[in-house]
């Protein structure tokens, strides 16, 4: 298996080179999509490679609900009705849902395939595509079967986020901001002076690519400094969690410039962050992602959630913290009553 991820950073020239070198030498390298990223994103690359026909397509519809086992059994048969052998190659050109179930459709049949990803949300450009690990929810419950596995190649064509609608961006958004603060002081302080998110440049999404692709190649299992990567997440996780649970829809990316929040809070305590670096913090979530409403009565519920994050062990909560912008410490026992402060804190600044 790879080493390490291949990512291309391509322009029109080199998208047109990659086009024809993955997908352009037999019929049998089929393309996977959702039904957004079959309309909007595929014919630019049907616009290098006319030659595409519809069977070589597999389609399923999109949002995250679909990254679930009947849509990967669909794959399958599909890869198994084209013949599709391990000479070929599944391209998964779409979001963070179609790069994780197109991985885990070609990492398992016949025992592996190679895999080409071509991320088409800020998401997938900065984090999802890259880093090996590919997945489907199972019981609605996210990411419970999955595989490591490298792609062959991860193109990178920033073009295709002018179709992005702005709530998947802002959502894309908040992981870069979490990617910076655990690993680049210098990429975080970029985007404090970034104030529309039509303007993130190539160079912010390159910087953020390559510090996901460093940390993966370090710790592709997952057991030490990726860890890192979760950061905002265990509270940020409980609430999404929480919102399913009352039947109300919430972007990841706003759940988790939430857990952001809170968690630096933490981590002003637990990791020393300066607080200079919190009223950073502070002042880039507050302006830059809307209020996640919950109650005092909701922490309890919230707490609850947390207990059961995959992070936890020896019975304590576990988070990654930070200890300056740019530095972050996984594995960290944190104390209930904290948590439950860090959740006042955020309601009594945010209403
Ligand atoms: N494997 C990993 O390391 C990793 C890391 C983070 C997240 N993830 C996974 O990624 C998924 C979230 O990724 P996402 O936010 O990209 O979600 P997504 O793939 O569902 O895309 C979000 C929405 O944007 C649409 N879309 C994507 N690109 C578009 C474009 N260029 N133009 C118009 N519409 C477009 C999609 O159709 C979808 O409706 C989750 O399943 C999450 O578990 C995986």
Request: hydrophobic share 40%; glycine share 6%.
């Amino acid at each position: 298996m790879q080493a390490s991820d291949n990512i291309i950073f391509a322009g029109p020239v080199e998208l047109e080179q990659l086009v024809h070198k993955y997908i352009g030498e037999t019929e049998k390298n089929l393309i996977l999509c959702d039904t957004n990223t079959a309309s909007y994103c595929l014919p630019i690359i049907k616009s290098y490679l006319p030659e595409i026909n519809d069977d070589q397509l597999i389609i399923i519809d999109a949002g995250d609900e679909e990254k679930n086992i009947t849509s990967l059994h669909h794959i399958w048969s599909k890869m198994q009705f084209h013949g599709v052998d391990r000479s070929n190659i599944l391209i998964n050109l779409g979001g963070g849902m179609i790069t994780d179930i197109g991985g885990f459709a070609a990492s398992t049949y016949k025992r592996g395939i190679p895999f080409v990803n071509i991320p088409t949300s800020l998401l997938g450009m900065v984090d999802a595509a890259i880093g090996g690990k590919t997945a489907i929810n199972l019981s609605k419950i996210k990411n419970q079967v999955g595989s490591f596995r490298h792609a062959e190649a991860v193109i990178i064509y920033p073009p295709f986020l002018d179709t992005l609608p702005d709530e998947e961006k802002r959502s894309g958004y908040a992981e870069l901001v979490k990617t910076a603060l655990v690993f680049n002081k210098s990429l975080f302080q970029q985007l404090m002076k970034i104030d529309s998110l039509d303007f993130i440049d190539d160079e912010v999404i390159r910087m953020a690519a390559s510090l996901k692709q460093g940390v993966t190649q370090k710790d592709f299992l997952d057991r030490a400094e990726r860890q890192c990567l979760n950061f905002g997440h265990s509270i940020g996780h409980a609430l999404e969690a929480l919102y399913f649970s009352h039947g109300k829809e919430l972007s990841h990316g706003y759940a988790v410039a939430s857990g952001i929040l809170c968690e630096a809070y933490i981590s002003t305590r637990v990791t020393k962050l300066p607080m200079k670096d919190f009223e950073d913090i502070q002042k880039h979530i507050l302006d830059g992602f809307p209020t996640v409403a919950f109650s005092v009565d909701d922490i309890h519920d919230i707490l609850a959630l947390i207990r059961h994050d995959k992070k936890n062990f020896d019975g304590d909560i576990r988070m990654s913290l930070l200890s300056n912008i740019g530095h972050c410490k996984q594995a960290i026992p944190i104390p209930p009553d904290l948590i439950e402060e860090s959740l006042m804190y955020y309601i009594k600044h945010t209403t």
